[in-house]
């Protein structure tokens, strides 16, 4: 422990360390979703974005509802519409003694793009930066082509990394079609085995994959000490046995209890249960491509037509499916921004549950007799996705259309989902700028990836219109004009039923009654805000 404390004090702190083992400085955590990977530009996933504040920086932080606040940058401007100007903080070591520098931003930009493989790019985040300059070793001036309101939000969802993880072969200049001076970049597995060091709170000290990953205590960290020297997060799937590992005493915190063991959990006088509505959207993507489509034994696909998505969201009771399966922990949805979140649409309502009007739209789009499809989910990354999607299909196949369910874990699904296996599959996007272009970005944009539009658009929607709109929104400095157009996007989505929001998660977290954590939109476990209880 880091605690300097001699003779009776060190005494009593012992005694009270025994009588309350909260109080020692290891921390272990029970996940309920592990990190596909270290890498913090691999896969735009919670699991993966909780992790990476730990061990990796970005220039700008979030709270825990989401609003900005300095960490690499200590400030920024807009210089003109199409100019910002971060001031990066002095003195900040990267975990190897690399000292921090514009050089190592730079290297970052450039790397985002250049990932292979990655299941959901970061490149929503970085398409907007045109070129750069680097007046000199702590200041980073970003053009884009057009207004662009969003910058300092979107460089909040990039861990910084150093520019000495790569091979370099000269000077870094930043190039919008690809960078010089960099040869190579560091492979996610780089990150994964411990090889590429950040500047954050903690060390990584040993990842085993389905195991355990343990962080130490950065004892140069720049910023405010976290109260842990020892964190241990250990990924637990299942819901009982992550609960029984809490009740047990194997871990003092996790995440994501069981909505049906809430109840019992809040009457235990030895625990603590906390929960907030989140920033995350369960929802179902229909693939509505002008074409055949997996799954749906027809010789044209029913879903591009918009009669057939709206029959198949008015088939879905969502009151029901949030008393009965989420146990009231959740709250239906009418659109893919969450409530109190920059641009969502107040007129934007849940679907009504109408099986009548949902079979009266088949008939007419000419599917009387309904079809058959298959509906892909996970079965281990969302709260009871399995069981909502179990629902979902019995919904459906009330309506005429008979639906099998192909659950799967994260791990298969994710990558099936990429390879665009599914007619339909249910899915979830927790909005990573906290307003509402992450999602119209990623679900619903025309699948542009090279444009950082519709990386996550796995089922071929695409409106031009809202296209245009959303375009609109993101060259628009007003505050005011700019929430306009996005509350308009979202409402174009909704009319067009491109996409099936289901519900928002509320989110809990359970942990011993020595401890406290206050709930994050964004559904991150971040360790360093994990606190005792006072």
Not at 177 to 184: K, L, M, P, T, V
Not at 209 to 228: C, F, I, Q, S
Request: aromatic residues 8%; glycine residues 6%; positive net charge.
């Amino acid at each position: 422990m880091r605690y300097g404390l001699t003779g009776t004090t060190a005494l009593v702190a012992g005694l009270l360390a025994v009588a309350n083992p909260a109080l020692a400085a290891d921390l272990k955590i029970g996940l309920s979703a592990e990190p596909s990977a270290l890498d913090p530009h691999y896969h735009n996933l919670v699991p993966n974005n909780a992790m990476f504040t730990h061990i990796y920086d970005s220039l700008i932080d979030q709270d825990a509802n989401q609003r900005l606040s300095p960490s690499l940058a200590s400030s920024w401007k807009a210089l003109n519409d199409t100019t910002w100007e971060f001031k990066l903080r002095k003195g900040v070591k990267f975990h190897d003694g690399a000292p921090f520098t514009v050089k190592d931003v730079v290297f970052t930009l450039c790397r985002v793009p250049k990932v292979p493989n990655s299941p959901s790019a970061f490149t929503i985040y970085t398409k907007s930066i045109e070129s750069v300059e680097t007046p000199d070793d702590y200041t980073l001036v970003l053009h884009t082509a057009k207004p662009y309101p969003l910058m300092p939000t979107d460089l909040s969802t990039i861990g910084i990394i150093p520019a000495g993880s790569g091979k370099l072969t000269g000077p870094i200049v930043f190039k919008k079609a690809g960078c010089e001076g960099i040869e190579g970049y560091p492979a996610t597995e780089d990150f994964n085995a411990g090889k590429v060091p950040g500047s954050g709170p903690f060390l990584l000290k040993e990842f085993v994959k389905g195991d355990r990953l343990v962080l130490t205590e950065n004892p140069a960290y720049w910023g405010k000490k976290p109260v842990w020297d020892t964190v241990t997060f250990k990924p637990i799937p299942s819901d009982g046995p992550r609960v029984a590992a809490l009740l047990a005493g194997d871990v003092d915190f996790i995440e994501n209890p069981p909505s049906q063991d809430l109840a019992k959990l809040r009457k235990d006088k030895n625990l603590r249960v906390v929960d907030g509505l989140s920033n995350r959207v369960i929802y179902v993507a229909l693939d509505s491509a002008d074409a055949p489509t997996p799954g749906i034994k027809l010789p044209k696909n029913p879903l591009h037509d918009a009669r057939v998505r709206k029959a198949l969201s008015l088939a879905i009771d969502r009151k029901a499916i949030k008393d009965r399966i989420m146990s009231t922990q959740s709250e239906p949805a009418g659109q893919i921004i969450s409530t109190g979140l920059f641009g969502n649409n107040p007129a934007l309502k849940p679907d009504p549950y109408d099986p009548k009007t949902a079979k009266k739209l088949l008939a007419e789009a000419g599917y009387p007799k309904g079809f058959e499809i298959t509906l892909g989910t996970p079965n281990d990354r969302y709260m009871n996705d399995e069981k909502v999607a179990q629902a979902i299909a019995q919904y459906w196949t009330r309506i005429g259309v008979k639906t099998n369910v192909d659950a799967t874990t994260k791990s298969v699904f994710f990558s099936r989902r990429g390879k665009k296996e599914f007619s339909a599959f249910l899915a979830g996007w927790g909005a990573g700028t906290g307003e509402a272009s992450s999602p119209l970005k990623s679900l619903v944009a025309c699948r542009k990836p090279e444009l950082g539009m519709g990386t996550t658009n796995y089922a071929n929607y695409c409106n031009p219109k809202m296209d245009e709109v959303l375009k609109q929104a993101l060259a628009t400095i007003d505050d005011a004009k700019r929430e306009a157009l996005l509350q308009e996007s979202l409402a174009l989505v909704a009319a067009d039923t491109g996409i099936v929001p289901i519900h928002f998660e509320k989110t809990p977290w359970a942990m011993k009654k020595s401890l406290t954590y206050v709930p994050r939109v964004d559904q991150y476990t971040i360790a360093m805000e994990i606190k005792p209880a006072k």
